[in-house]
């Protein structure tokens, strides 16, 4: 049992490149999240999704763009980066769970992206 | 509107002494409250979360943590701090619909002094 995965581990970006941020979790979970954090800042929800084929908007969406085609992959896409995009990113996931008893997200080892 | 405040941004204490970290939310209903823990290079841990019931919860690694609604506040408590407590920690609010999503404090960075 992984938990949450994420790959890449660290990446460098030129401006204007793109490319995907993989996550993936092997818990069965409906729900995932991904998070950026900036120094001093704490984590901000980017996008979320509460089951394959359903994805909503976070807090700071501009500039990505996520997809969720099963229930295990959430992607996230980074179209044209710029050094504003320069952060760590964690994808999490939490299950759903009935009466309210639960409500963990778990997290993965984070991605540590640069855009220059 | 839903915030988090995590007053402090850094702390340090001797190891062996005490530790209390403060967490301030505003949130119009029942909130529930989670503890995370950081380690350098790491991934987030949950340390403890606090839905309903007693007010004072017991979490890992020896933390606990005091929900006090008359001061929307939710400080996290450890009576020995260890070296390896060194971390950030960071307190977050989740309201009561599905979708889960949390609002982070800006985190507090622990230094332990040997």
């Known amino acids: 049992n992984a938990g949450v995965t994420q790959t890449p581990k660290f990446r460098i970006l030129k401006i204007g490149q793109s490319m995907t941020l993989q996550c993936t979790q092997d818990?069965?979970?409906?729900?995932m999240y991904w998070y950026r954090q900036d120094p001093g800042m704490g984590l901000k929800l980017i996008y979320y999704?509460?089951?394959?084929?359903?994805?909503d908007k976070g807090e700071v969406p501009n500039g990505y763009n996520v997809s969720r085609s099963t229930t295990e992959d959430f992607p996230l896409r980074l179209e044209l980066a710029a050094p504003s995009q320069t952060s760590v990113y964690f994808c999490?996931?939490?299950?759903?769970?009935?009466?309210?008893?639960?409500?963990?997200?778990?997290f993965g080892p984070g991605t540590r992206l640069t855009v220059l | 509107a839903q915030s988090v405040t995590q007053p402090d941004i850094h702390i340090t204490v001797s190891e062996g002494a005490s530790l209390e970290l403060r967490c301030n939310y505003s949130?119009?209903?029942?909130?529930?409250l989670f503890w995370y823990v950081q380690s350098p290079g790491q991934g987030l841990q949950l340390l403890l979360k606090?839905?309903?019931?007693?007010?004072l919860v017991q979490g890992i690694k020896g933390f606990e943590a005091e929900f006090k609604r008359s001061q929307s506040s939710f400080n996290l408590r450890k009576p020995s701090v260890h070296w390896s407590d060194a971390a950030e920690y960071f307190c977050?609010?989740?309201?009561?619909?599905?979708?889960?999503?949390?609002?982070f404090g800006q985190g507090t960075t622990l230094q332990v002094k040997p």
């Open positions: 999490a996931s939490r299950r759903l769970a009935g009466g309210g008893s639960t409500d963990t997200q778990y």
């Open positions: 818990m069965n979970h409906n729900y």
């Open positions: 999704s509460v089951g394959a084929g359903i994805t």
């Open positions: 949130y119009g209903a029942t909130p529930y």
């Open positions: 606090y839905f309903s019931g007693d007010t």
């Open positions: 977050a609010l989740g309201g009561s619909g599905n979708t889960g999503k949390l609002i």
